[in-house]
């Protein structure tokens, strides 16, 4: 039996492609390379030269979680948005075709891959969208380049992923770092994987789980290095929560089993009056992929409004 998720892929992407995106390779300088999916009437092309013209719709940014890359992320919501919105889905370096010769890994050079991206692409204002690591680099990019950032739509994430926060992760699901649990080797892995990140994990065969597997892993040891370089001491933790200018909008699932409702609220508090949080019934840590159609009715609200 061939891979399905090989065969669903190109489905998937010809389904955004009607919603009006194209997938556009983009060098952010020489050895680093993003791969993104971006609106099709801001790329023209004459004499086998492309160039990019600014968004005539609001700009929306969509950062994925680490267990995908980006459209495989976002596509519910690219369906969803895409009339309204000018929409913009990168892969995060070392995620579907995006990738660097450079040794950074912080969370930092994701944010400054990103923003030179958009730059390059004539974007200079969006409302950022992120899940889980998404939203971690989501918030380095509105610290870093705040005329940029202008709002902020995060879940299942944290501003810092400090040490103790993550001791109390591992607790929960039963590892002793991050690696084990966000780059599965094993279908009994990966079904642990989904079944902390949904609230109700479906029951798909294991070729499905091992088809995914085999497609979506890719570049392990960087991504160990990625993941490494998230976690800071204690010591180190800045506690920035009142270094952003932007409106942050968390949007959780009520089931999140790894950044769960006590860390939220005590987030929400620390960031500031700018900042509000809903929650979303029935959904755990990818809520977006889990729950799209109650995600997405909550997400129209909020960008209707920044």
Same mark, same amino acid.
């Given at each position: 039996m061939g891979?399905?998720?090989?065969?669903? *892929? =190109?489905?998937?992407?010809?389904l955004v492609k009607l919603a009006g995106l194209t997938p556009q390779t983009i060098e952010i300088e020489p050895g680093t390379i993003m791969n993104i999916w971006v609106p099709k009437e801001t790329v023209? !092309? !004459? #004499?086998?030269?492309?160039? &990019?013209? =600014? =968004?005539t719709k609001?700009?929306?940014?969509?950062?994925?979680?680490?267990?995908?890359?980006?459209?495989?992320?976002?596509?519910?919501q690219v369906f969803a948005?895409?009339? @309204? &919105?000018?929409? &913009?889905?990168?892969?995060?370096?070392?995620f579907g075709g995006s990738i660097t010769d450079r040794n950074e890994r912080s969370p930092s050079f994701q944010a400054e891959f990103v923003a030179k991206g958009l730059g390059k692409l004539g974007v200079e204002k969006v409302t950022l969208v992120g899940l889980s690591y998404g939203g971690a680099v989501g918030? @380095?990019?509105? !610290?870093? &380049? =705040?005329?940029?950032? !202008?709002?902020?739509?995060? +879940?299942? *994430?944290?501003? %810092?992923?400090?040490e103790s926060? +993550?001791? %109390?992760s591992y607790k929960q699901i039963g590892v002793t770092k991050w690696s084990e649990f966000l780059l599965p080797k094993t279908v009994e892995e990966f079904r642990r994987l989904f079944s902390f990140g949904f609230h109700k994990f479906p029951a798909f065969p294991d070729f499905f789980c091992r088809d995914i597997l085999q497609t979506m892993y890719h570049n392990r040891r960087e991504r160990t290095e990625l993941l %490494? +370089?998230?976690?800071?001491?204690?010591?180190?933790?800045?506690?920035?929560? #009142? #270094?952003?200018?932007? @409106?942050?909008?968390m949007v959780w699932g009520d089931d999140d089993k790894i950044f769960?409702?006590?860390?939220?609220? *005590?987030?929400k508090t620390r960031l500031g009056n700018k900042t509000t949080l809903d929650l979303i019934k029935d959904a755990g840590h990818l809520l977006p992929i889990e729950r799209p159609l109650c995600y997405n009715k909550r997400l129209k609200c909020i960008l209707e409004h920044v």
């Open positions: 891979n399905v998720f090989v065969v669903l *892929t =190109p489905f998937i992407h010809g023209t !092309k !004459k #004499n086998q030269t492309i160039t &990019y013209v =600014p =968004p609001p700009a929306v940014l969509f950062l994925h979680a680490f267990t995908m890359d980006g459209i495989h992320t976002w596509f519910l948005l895409s009339r @309204e &919105y000018s929409l &913009y889905v990168p892969d995060l370096l070392f918030f @380095e990019m509105a !610290k870093l &380049y =705040p005329k940029l950032v !202008k709002a902020m739509v995060v +879940s299942a *994430t944290v501003v %810092e992923l400090t926060i +993550s001791l %109390e %490494e +370089s998230l976690v800071i001491t204690d010591k180190d933790a800045t506690t920035s929560y #009142n #270094n952003y200018s932007q @409106e942050i909008h769960g409702l006590d860390l939220a609220m *005590t987030m």
